[in-house]
């Protein structure tokens, strides 16, 4: 037994919605319920680099994040939250160098008394700054990889030397996970990024030999646990062994503290039910045990989902049942007061060795390719991800993987939590929209235009050698320039970048069982009596990256013979109408899942009658609450999928359903 009890890992809930202060308010208000450190979630506006008077913004202001399109924005997040006393994860990529300049001036506004540098030393943190996950599975990349991870090894580079108690990267295998990643995959695909994000800090040679131990040190990691926690908790111990092995090996670092595998979590949000969702409470309870009951891989923070985060946006109320469950396992169980309770166990060394070997032929798989990024721009980890993902649906449809509530044991009482559905969750603010326009507005209105001019360009000019950006980043965002023309700035000198879908060459159901034949054959009689095979465009309007669901139906489809257009993520209605002309489609299907359903469908179907397509069905899927989805219907939607319709092949059916209908053929 331990002399002493261990002390607990940080706890946060990922938050942030609507405006600044609504968001500063949640804070402060779980900040008072005992959470010791803030998880900052960003709107996709503000994660993908445009200001919310961007017309790739609309319809996603303050949807699933906060926008914080300007410094004077930040200073309301951050209200009354002395930001040097405070330990702030953000949930931020490609724009983290310009988040993280504009909370260190926010620090600063908040400590007149201190010099700038005396500011940056206390300040605790992490910014996630992972950007090839986002090619993978995410979808908020803005840049190509290699100007990517520049921007990430600058800011390794300046953290280490003004902020070194920050934690510039939060490599995550969370994701890789939600995009169908096995145990195998998600150890090797996140430790070949932290193989890739090393080796680039080390060749800008902004770090000399003596501190490279420090940007080791502060490579953080951010990791998934899902249900089957026996295999998750042996990941944990997996990943503890290799990093310790590769940061020593590879990299030389003598220093164990240095070596020492150092992750926050957010358990599994992708097996959440809309069926029966206070099974949720269980499943959330399982994965958290995951991560803290090895103490030799106990995680350093951790911040569970909600509920009732399948149907839509969780309430206070139910951040903090989630927020309770942590205390009273770190708080009322005896945990944390015994040494690992695993060491010496046959089965577990015995399954931490399986997932050892198994990543390590990955990793050398990967590294023979040239590395993470070429095996994202060739499309192998994005391809092996889509069929892994393919796989497993395929498991759940056959009832092989059990699903409590939505596959097997599906009798139900009435719930009381879901009784009033629309109740039971959050509504991000209709108006929230409006007030980020007008604080763009009136900010641009007030500042010295000259002055940001010349700071943007000082930054552009920068972008075109090798300095460390974060030094005109800072400058940009003390002169008031915006998250748009920040991000616009570097675009115009890295350009842009669209991530290979994965969709084409991956493996989908192998063998058709009868459902799928049966559909087959429907979707090949349909197609001649209209005169050719079927074609469906599956089209991602608005900034949601999560494309796993798209990707799933797309590969689902091809399988059911019909012909598939999927142009991958971040697309207009105007483009997704462009192409549905264009492809002569029978059904286009929207996969929206940041909840900007309302504003962006009605787009589309707006723009397919105007181009003399109004015949041609749209079905809608995604995060829809009840309420929204007869709306949706009401104006012309066919029909609309929820994460409860987990039949992909039902789904196929359901086109040929629609398809038929609109052309009467039934």
Same mark, same amino acid.
């Given at each position: 037994?331990?002399?002493?009890?261990?002390?607990?890992?940080?706890?946060?809930?990922?938050?942030?919605?609507?405006?600044?202060?609504?968001?500063?308010?949640?804070?402060?208000?779980?900040?008072?319920?005992?959470?010791?450190?803030?998880?900052? %979630? /960003?709107?996709?506006?503000?994660?993908?680099?445009?200001?919310?008077?961007?017309?790739? %913004?609309?319809?996603?202001?303050?949807?699933?994040?906060?926008? +914080?399109?300007?410094?004077?924005?930040?200073?309301?997040?951050?209200?009354?939250? *002395?930001?040097?006393?405070?330990?702030?994860?953000?949930?931020?990529?490609?724009?983290?160098?310009?988040?993280?300049?504009?909370?260190?001036?926010?620090?600063?506004?908040?400590?007149?008394?201190?010099?700038?540098?005396?500011?940056?030393?206390?300040?605790?943190?992490?910014?996630?700054?992972?950007?090839? #996950?986002?090619?993978?599975?995410?979808?908020?990349?803005?840049?190509?990889?290699?100007?990517?991870?520049?921007?990430?090894?600058?800011?390794?580079?300046?953290?280490?030397?003004?902020?070194?108690?920050?934690? *510039?990267?939060?490599? =995550?295998?969370?994701?890789?996970?939600?995009?169908?990643?096995?145990?195998?995959?998600?150890?090797?695909? @996140?430790?070949?990024?932290?193989?890739?994000?090393?080796?680039?800090?080390?060749?800008?040679?902004? !770090?000399?030999?003596?501190?490279?131990?420090?940007?080791?040190?502060?490579?953080?990691? /951010?990791?998934?646990?899902?249900?089957?926690?026996?295999?998750?908790? =042996?990941?944990?111990?997996?990943?503890?062994?290799?990093?310790?092995?590769?940061?020593?090996?590879?990299?030389?670092?003598?220093?164990? #503290?240095?070596?020492?595998?150092?992750?926050? $979590?957010?358990?599994?949000?992708?097996?959440?039910?809309?069926?029966? *969702?206070?099974?949720?409470?269980?499943?959330?309870?399982?994965?958290?045990?995951? +991560?803290?009951?090895?103490?030799?891989?106990?995680?350093?923070?951790?911040?569970?989902?909600?509920?009732?985060?399948?149907?839509?946006?969780?309430?206070?109320?139910?951040?903090?049942?989630?927020?309770?469950?942590?205390?009273?396992?770190?708080?009322?169980?005896?945990?944390?007061?015994?040494?690992?309770?695993?060491?010496?166990?046959?089965?577990?060394?015995?399954? !931490?060795?399986?997932?050892?070997?198994?990543?390590?032929?990955?990793?050398?798989?990967?590294?023979?390719?040239?590395?993470?990024?070429?095996?994202?721009?060739?499309?192998?980890?994005?391809?092996?991800? $889509?069929? @892994?993902?393919?796989?497993?649906?395929?498991?759940?449809?056959?009832?092989?993987?059990?699903? +409590?509530?939505?596959?097997?044991?599906?009798?139900?009482?009435?719930?009381?939590?879901?009784?009033?559905?629309?109740?039971?969750?959050?509504?991000?603010?209709?108006?929230?929209?409006?007030?980020?326009?007008?604080?763009?507005?009136?900010?641009?209105?007030?500042?010295?235009?000259?002055?940001?001019?010349?700071?943007?360009?000082?930054?552009?000019?920068?972008?075109?050698?090798?300095?460390?950006?974060?030094? *005109?980043?800072?400058?940009?965002?003390?002169?008031?320039?915006?998250?748009?023309?920040?991000?616009?700035?570097?675009?115009?000198?890295?350009?842009?970048?669209?991530?290979?879908?994965?969709?084409?060459?991956?493996?989908?159901?192998?063998?058709?069982?009868?459902?799928?034949?049966?559909?087959?054959?429907? +979707?090949?009689?349909?197609?001649?009596?209209?005169?050719?095979?079927?074609?469906?465009?599956?089209?991602?309007?608005?900034?949601?990256?999560?494309?796993?669901?798209?990707?799933?139906?797309?590969?689902?489809?091809?399988?059911?013979?019909?012909?598939?257009?999927?142009?991958?993520?971040?697309?207009?209605?105007?483009?997704? $109408?462009?192409?549905?002309? %264009?492809?002569? !489609?029978?059904?286009?299907?929207?996969?929206?899942?940041?909840? @900007?359903?309302?504003?962006?469908?009605?787009?589309?179907?707006?723009?397919?009658?105007?181009?003399?397509?109004?015949? $041609?069905?749209?079905?809608?899927?995604?995060?829809?609450?009840?309420?929204?989805?007869?709306?949706? #219907?009401?104006?012309?939607?066919?029909?609309?999928?929820?994460? #409860?319709?987990?039949?992909?092949?039902?789904?196929?059916?359901?086109? !040929?359903?629609?398809?038929?209908?609109?052309?009467?053929?039934?």
């Amino acid at each position: 037994m331990s002399q002493q009890k261990d002390r607990p890992w940080v706890m946060r809930t990922y938050a942030g919605h609507s405006t600044a202060e609504a968001s500063n308010a949640l804070y402060r208000t779980n900040l008072a319920k005992g959470q010791t450190g803030l998880s900052v %979630a /960003f709107d996709l506006p503000t994660q993908t680099g445009y200001d919310p008077d961007s017309p790739l %913004a609309k319809g996603e202001v303050g949807k699933v994040g906060v926008p +914080v399109p300007h410094l004077g924005e930040m200073r309301k997040l951050f209200d009354q939250i *002395p930001l040097t006393g405070m330990n702030t994860s953000m949930t931020i990529n490609a724009t983290a160098m310009w988040l993280l300049a504009m909370y260190q001036v926010v620090a600063e506004e908040q400590n007149p008394e201190l010099s700038p540098e005396e500011v940056a030393a206390q300040l605790a943190g992490t910014t996630q700054n992972d950007i090839i #996950k986002e090619y993978l599975s995410r979808g908020t990349y803005v840049f190509p990889p290699e100007h990517s991870l520049r921007l990430i090894s600058d800011m390794i580079a300046y953290t280490v030397h003004q902020i070194p108690k920050w934690n *510039p990267i939060n490599i =995550c295998s969370y994701h890789l996970q939600e995009a169908g990643a096995t145990p195998v995959q998600e150890l090797a695909y @996140s430790l070949c990024t932290a193989i890739a994000v090393l080796d680039a800090v080390k060749a800008s040679g902004q !770090v000399d030999e003596a501190d490279f131990e420090k940007v080791v040190g502060r490579i953080s990691f /951010f990791v998934n646990a899902g249900v089957r926690f026996v295999e998750e908790m =042996c990941k944990m111990r997996a990943f503890v062994e290799l990093w310790d092995e590769i940061t020593r090996e590879r990299y030389g670092v003598t220093d164990e #503290k240095m070596r020492r595998f150092r992750y926050g $979590v957010q358990v599994n949000s992708l097996g959440l039910t809309e069926a029966q *969702p206070e099974n949720n409470v269980q499943r959330i309870v399982l994965e958290m045990l995951a +991560v803290t009951l090895s103490k030799k891989a106990r995680a350093r923070a951790v911040q569970l989902p909600a509920w009732n985060e399948a149907l839509g946006l969780p309430r206070p109320w139910d951040q903090q049942w989630s927020l309770r469950l942590q205390q009273v396992l770190a708080f009322e169980s005896d945990l944390l007061e015994y040494d690992d309770i695993f060491d010496g166990s046959p089965v577990i060394e015995a399954k !931490v060795r399986e997932l050892v070997e198994g990543a390590k032929a990955e990793i050398d798989r990967v590294q023979a390719m040239g590395g993470a990024i070429a095996a994202v721009e060739s499309g192998y980890m994005k391809q092996e991800l $889509v069929s @892994s993902h393919a796989l497993r649906r395929s498991r759940i449809e056959s009832g092989e993987e059990v699903i +409590v509530g939505v596959n097997k044991f599906e009798t139900t009482e009435p719930s009381p939590l879901t009784a009033d559905l629309d109740a039971a969750i959050m509504v991000a603010d209709p108006l929230a929209e409006q007030a980020a326009l007008d604080s763009v507005s009136a900010w641009k209105a007030q500042r010295d235009e000259t002055e940001v001019t010349e700071a943007l360009a000082a930054l552009a000019a920068a972008a075109k050698t090798d300095q460390n950006l974060m030094i *005109p980043t800072l400058a940009a965002a003390r002169a008031g320039a915006t998250t748009g023309e920040w991000a616009q700035t570097l675009r115009e000198v890295f350009g842009e970048f669209r991530a290979p879908t994965g969709v084409s060459g991956a493996v989908g159901v192998a063998e058709a069982g009868a459902e799928l034949a049966a559909v087959r054959d429907r +979707v090949k009689a349909t197609g001649e009596d209209l005169g050719g095979r079927l074609r469906v465009l599956i089209g991602k309007p608005g900034l949601d990256g999560h494309s796993n669901g798209a990707e799933q139906i797309a590969v689902r489809a091809r399988d059911a013979g019909f012909e598939v257009i999927y142009q991958g993520i971040r697309l207009t209605p105007q483009q997704i $109408v462009a192409a549905a002309v %264009a492809e002569d !489609v029978h059904l286009v299907g929207l996969s929206i899942l940041s909840g @900007s359903h309302m504003e962006l469908v009605p787009d589309v179907l707006d723009g397919l009658k105007d181009a003399g397509l109004g015949d $041609v069905p749209v079905v809608v899927g995604g995060i829809i609450p009840e309420s929204d989805g007869r709306r949706l #219907k009401e104006l012309g939607v066919a029909a609309v999928y929820t994460p #409860k319709d987990f039949g992909l092949t039902e789904i196929m059916g359901g086109f !040929v359903d629609v398809i038929r209908r609109a052309n009467s053929l039934d």
